[in-house]
């Protein structure tokens, strides 16, 4: 199944739109991401839109945190985590980038080179994300919305993390970011792109199952007592 966890959220109306084109476009699961301001009332319509489109595609939402406060990352982490599938903190700043990789409590860091003229990442903080299963986010949109030497900034970073992602094999998830159906393509064309940017097939399905185990994980996160050691109901 090809998934997607960064889906811009919106209205009711337009994340019904989104999910739709995605579903025609070979989809089989999508995040709505809100950053900590809209999340919340995000959440109120989330059973109404289940009821639109459990149908046509899977969804959930991911809590797309933006600041550069760590300590407010912290605290929106930890306010959220029980409420959402999936939690990104947006980076690009490398004290953020670091917090992000060093707390197990998040799901992923997002874009880490947004903003900068390298990827964001080095080798101390590529064993932070395998130590603590932090996954870094590639998104296709910051290449689609980019022109010139912008763009080549953008993929000379997505292949520099390349480099590291083989070299430590931490989790790499790569998504969209689609703000609007104009910015959706099926999931050939959106292979085709990170595999034109250095990335295997072999690759490309691992960062799908990368997402898919981050959904699977957060569904008994409640349930761990360990990293690994998880709490079942007592059937006697």
């Not at 109306?13 to 699961?29: C, F, P, Q, R, V």
């Not at 995040?31 to 999340?39: E, G, I, L, T």
């Not at 689609?178 to 959106?190: M, Y």
């Not at 292979?191 to 799908?208: D, P, V």
Request: glycine share 4%; net charge neutral.
């Amino acid at each position: 199944m090809f998934f997607d966890l960064n889906i811009k959220g919106s209205s009711f109306k337009i994340n019904k739109e989104l999910a739709i084109e995605a579903s025609k476009y070979g989809w089989g699961h999508i995040n709505f991401s809100y950053n900590q301001k809209d999340f919340k009332d995000a959440l109120e319509f989330k059973d109404e839109l289940a009821d639109d489109i459990n149908d046509i595609i899977d969804f959930d939402y991911t809590l797309e945190i933006e600041s550069n406060n760590v300590s407010e990352i912290r605290k929106f982490t930890r306010k959220f985590r029980n409420k959402s599938s999936c939690i990104s903190v947006i980076g690009g700043d490398l004290k953020v980038n670091r917090a992000v990789l060093e707390n197990i409590q998040i799901d992923v860091l997002s874009r880490p080179y947004l903003k900068r003229y390298d990827s964001g990442l080095n080798h101390v903080l590529a064993k932070e994300a395998v130590k603590n299963d932090v996954a870094v986010e590639l998104c296709f949109k910051d290449v689609l919305k980019s022109y010139l030497s912008h763009r080549s900034k953008v993929i000379s970073n997505f292949k520099d993390t390349y480099a590291l992602y083989r070299k430590f094999d931490f989790p790499l998830i790569l998504s969209s970011r689609a703000e609007s159906v104009f910015d959706i393509r099926t999931t050939h064309d959106f292979t085709a792109f990170f595999a034109q940017t250095g990335l295997t097939n072999a690759e490309i399905s691992k960062s799908f199952e990368s997402a898919a185990n981050i959904l699977e994980f957060n569904k008994n996160r409640r349930n761990l007592i360990l990293k690994g050691v998880r709490r079942v109901d007592d059937e006697a």
